[in-house]
C-alpha cells in the first residue's frame, strides 16, 4: 500500500527566501507525481507533474524533482512572495489513483 | 470555462438526511474521480469511474453511491448521513485511468449537524 510523507507539515519564511518543501513515498512503482497547491476554502491547483521517467520539471519560480528509486521528491519555490502562501500537496498516480500526502502549510511573511 | 465543476459548493443537512452531490467535467475525458478531504486535511480516493464503469471503490461505507449516467457525470448520493461524514468532497477527471494528470473540481463542503 503506498504511502506519502510530506515535511514539514508547516513552513514560515520571511518574503524572499528560496525554500524546498519535501515528499516521499513508500512505493516506487509510480506512473507519476504532481504538485498541487490549495488555498483555504478553495480546490486544488496542479502546479507540476512529473512523469517516472523524468527528473525534474519546472514551471517559472518552481522546480520539482524526482528520484523514484529513493521515493523522493522536492518541489523548490524561488524567491518566496507572499501570494505563494497555501498548503502545498504531493499526490502519488501508482495507476488508476492519487495517493497524497497531508500537505505542508506555507506562510509568505512581507 | 470551468473543466470541473461540482453543485453545491455548500451543504448544511441534518444527521439521518440523504443528500446528492453532482459533477460534471467538459473536458472529453474517459475517467472521473471522487476523494474526500477530512478535517485534518487529507484527502483520499474513495470511488473511480471509467466510461460509467466502476473500477476503482475504496473502503467506503455502503451509504454512498455513486451514479454516473455519462462520462462527462459522475454523482455522489449519500444516505443517512452521519457526522463524521462533514468534510468537503473534491470530485476529479482524467483522460484515462492509468497514469493521467487528473483535474479537480472546487469541492464541496459537507457539514452534517
Known amino acids: 500500500k503506498q504511502e506519502v510523507t510530506q515535511i514539514p507539515a508547516a513552513l514560515s519564511v520571511p518574503e524572499g527566501e528560496n525554500l524546498v518543501l519535501n515528499c516521499s513515498f513508500t512505493d516506487s512503482a509510480i506512473y507519476n507525481l504532481q504538485w498541487f497547491r490549495q488555498d483555504p476554502g478553495k480546490g486544488l491547483t496542479s502546479l507540476l507533474l512529473i512523469q517516472s521517467s523524468q527528473r525534474e520539471q519546472t514551471s517559472g519560480r518552481l522546480n520539482a524533482s524526482l528520484d523514484k528509486s529513493s521515493g523522493r521528491s522536492t518541489l523548490y519555490i524561488a524567491a518566496s512572495q507572499p501570494g505563494d502562501s497555501a498548503t502545498y500537496l504531493c499526490?502519488?498516480?501508482?495507476?488508476?489513483?492519487?495517493?497524497f500526502g497531508e500537505g505542508t502549510q506555507l506562510t509568505v511573511n512581507p | 470555462d470551468t473543466a470541473v465543476s461540482q453543485t453545491p459548493k455548500y451543504l448544511v443537512t441534518q444527521m439521518g438526511n440523504d443528500k446528492s452531490i453532482k459533477c460534471e467535467q467538459n473536458?472529453?475525458?474517459?475517467?472521473m474521480y471522487w476523494y474526500k478531504q477530512d478535517s485534518k486535511k487529507f484527502l483520499k480516493i474513495m470511488f473511480s469511474?471509467?466510461?460509467?464503469?466502476?473500477?476503482i471503490n475504496e473502503t467506503v461505507p455502503n451509504r454512498f453511491s455513486p451514479k454516473s449516467p455519462d462520462k462527462a457525470h459522475l454523482n455522489l448520493h449519500i444516505n443517512s448521513l452521519e457526522l463524521g461524514d462533514s468534510a468537503v468532497y473534491f470530485c476529479?477527471?482524467?483522460?484515462?485511468?492509468?497514469?493521467?494528470?487528473?483535474?479537480f473540481g472546487p469541492g464541496t463542503r459537507l457539514l452534517v449537524l
Open positions: 473536458l472529453g475525458h474517459d475517467t
Open positions: 499526490a502519488v498516480n501508482s495507476g488508476s489513483r492519487l495517493t
Open positions: 476529479a477527471s482524467s483522460q484515462g485511468t492509468f497514469g493521467e494528470t487528473q483535474y
Open positions: 469511474y471509467n466510461n460509467k464503469e466502476l473500477i
